[in-house]
């Protein structure tokens, strides 16, 4: 049995890595071992589970369902293996959190600090990006998510919400005039922060309806903290979400526009996977949900 273990590690390393050689890098073993034993696993099912190329590995249909079996069988046996060894039953051991980039350097860190002040057996990955992220693939413990949620599997524990505002500076309006509407913004000089809206057309609403508004995107980034810089230097509108301006507009340094136009506003939760929750993400879940809300309170 702890044969086939082996071999079912092998196997999502490999798939992971996206090829047999790094792979074999991966778990600091020959290439023609991890070969091999791919081989052996595939003859022993008595049907071919991965497809080789030079441009790597890909699944075949048996191989997808194989693979998705062996990450939960493989969980559980992690799962077992704390279990003895205490993890259930006190905080210790390393979670692995993510959380997008600027709610993590604005909300999620001082929450996390603190924690490990108040837990010093638990250690923590956090890791900050704004690419959407599979927890089970990835081995997540918890994760922030921003958006409506679409995984029902996921515990979740909602920690308010935010919006999707419209900002320019002071500067940039006087000299250039303020949008009434959102049409209004076709005269004007915007900055597209690529990850929440398309660079060249942005939506709001207008009661029921949505209205889509095509844009000259003036500069275009992929990261927030860059379009604010940009849109309080003057250079132009740009659209973010709420507390990644809060600061800003409460010191006046941004304005918001066209307030009555804004879509729904997005939910924020904590994220965390079901099954048998160890102890120090029990821990931290609990810890943590509170004092996110209460952050979060004051960005509106």
């Known amino acids: ?97 993510t959380a997008p980039i600027c709610f993590g350097r604005i909300h999620v860190l001082g929450v996390v600090t603190d924690f490990l002040r108040d837990h010093p057996a638990v250690d923590v990955r956090l890791e900050q990006t704004d690419r959407p992220i599979n927890l089970g693939e990835e081995h997540i413990d918890a994760a922030v998510r921003i958006g409506n949620l679409t995984d029902s599997s996921l515990r979740a524990r909602r920690l308010g919400e935010v919006r999707k505002v419209v900002v320019a500076s002071p500067g940039y309006l006087e000299a250039r005039g303020v949008p009434e509407t959102p049409e209004d913004l076709a005269g004007h000089d915007c900055l597209s922060f690529e990850t929440i809206m398309r660079s060249g057309r942005w939506t709001f609403t207008d009661g029921a309806a949505e209205r889509h508004v095509r844009v000259r995107s003036r500069l275009s980034m992929n990261a927030a903290d860059t379009a604010i810089l940009a849109a309080e230097a003057g250079l132009g509108i740009t659209r973010v979400l709420s507390y990644q301006v809060a600061p800003l507009v409460k010191a006046g340094a941004l304005r918001i526009l066209l307030e009555d136009f804004e879509p729904p506003r997005w939910p924020v939760h904590l994220l965390y996977r079901g099954g048998v929750v160890p102890q120090k993400l029990r821990a931290f879940v609990d810890y943590a949900a509170p004092r996110l809300r209460d952050s979060m309170a004051g960005t509106w």
């Open 1 to 97: 049995m702890s044969d086939r273990l082996a071999a079912m590690s092998l196997l999502v390393a490999a798939v992971d890595a996206g090829s047999l050689s790094a792979a074999a890098r991966r778990v600091s073993m020959p290439l023609a071992t991890v070969s091999r034993r791919v081989a052996e696993l595939e003859e022993e099912l008595g049907t071919q589970i991965v497809q080789r190329s030079p441009r790597g590995l890909s699944l075949t249909e048996p191989g997808e369902a194989y693979l998705a079996a062996c990450r939960s069988i493989l969980e559980q046996v992690g799962e077992a293996e704390r279990m003895v060894a205490g993890e259930f039953r006190e905080p210790k051991g390393l979670l692995n959190i």
